[in-house]
């Protein structure tokens, strides 16, 4: 599939093309550029993407994931085309009241070179992602007869017709299965008052650790109200271009079993190496030993990581 981009110099509307690749054909859509509803028009065209590719390789998987983690889309690294900056988002299941199809939008980045309102073009400091609401149906989507997922893989393309273009492609490795736990019994609870963190443990090749705030997060102190848990990938050097995680984190409860967890899906890169919860669960509730959450001034927290892909 392809989605592309032109800005126009008029009065006329940014517009989007998408096109699909199954079976062989290149089938366009184009309309205005917006997630309000419209109607496509489609033709046929030969021409591949040519300045940005996303493939995924576990395509359902991804849903599965994203889902769970209660997250949208996907949103791609940040890609370069004509000078601007543009990021590609894709929602397996589409975007507010249109469920049932696959919706994609394209954000552009460093709007402080943009003009100031729609004469010029249709992105503007203030109207910063245009895109197409309902794409193609997922019922149309998912029949293997029509191409557009083949052994659970697809590929989204963008192009953006400004000046000159550079081609960027970035690549979803298949999700691989990970299914780790890590135990972390935290002793001597009452009399921690920064920062602390487990000991460092592998999971699908990847060394990562768990960062406590006993006292909570801040940038100038903590709130002492709330406590917060991240998951931390450790040595970014041995690590590629970004990780898309799907975890838990746990707080177990060693009296009732209501433990209290948190799940994210998040990507994790060089400039994003921890992710979690600033306010993973009230230290008040923590602390009343009643909950059954300490026992003998003792935490258990767990890290289970369910899903890893890499992203190149």
Known sequence: MVMDTAISNGTDSMVIEATTMGRGSHV?????????????????????????????????????????????CFTSKVFEA??????????????????????????IQNTSALPLGDKVNKFHYLKQECGISKFVPRCEFDDAANGYLVDDTCVFGVEVFVIHSKFVEQRLSPLVKVGETYT????????????????EFTAASFKWKVTLYPLGVG???????????????????????ALLVYFMLFIRN???????????????????????????????????LSNGFIVNDCIIVEAHIKNVSIIQ
């Open 184 to 199: 972390w019994k935290v002793s001597g609870f009452s009399n921690m008052n920064k920062v602390c963190y487990s000991d």
């Open 254 to 288: 060693q009296k009732y079993g209501k433990h209290q967890v948190g799940q994210f899906c998040c990507c994790y890169s060089s400039e994003s190496l921890s992710w979690g919860w600033e306010s993973f669960m009230p230290l008040a509730d923590l602390r009343d």
């Open 219 to 241: 940038s100038k102190r903590p709130d002492g109200l709330n406590l917060g848990l991240y998951l931390t990938l450790v040595d970014p050097g041995a690590t590629p271009n």
């Open 82 to 107: 004509s000078g601007y900056q543009w990021e590609f988002s894709m929602y397996p299941n589409g975007v507010g009241l249109n469920k049932g199809h696959i919706s994609v939008f394209l954000c």
């Open 28 to 72: 366009s859509t184009v309309a205005e550029a917006g997630r309000d509803d419209f109607d496509a028009v489609r033709w046929e065209r030969d021409i591949a993407p040519s300045h940005f590719r996303l493939r995924i390789e576990s395509f359902y998987k991804l849903t599965k994931m994203l889902s769970e983690g209660g997250i949208q």
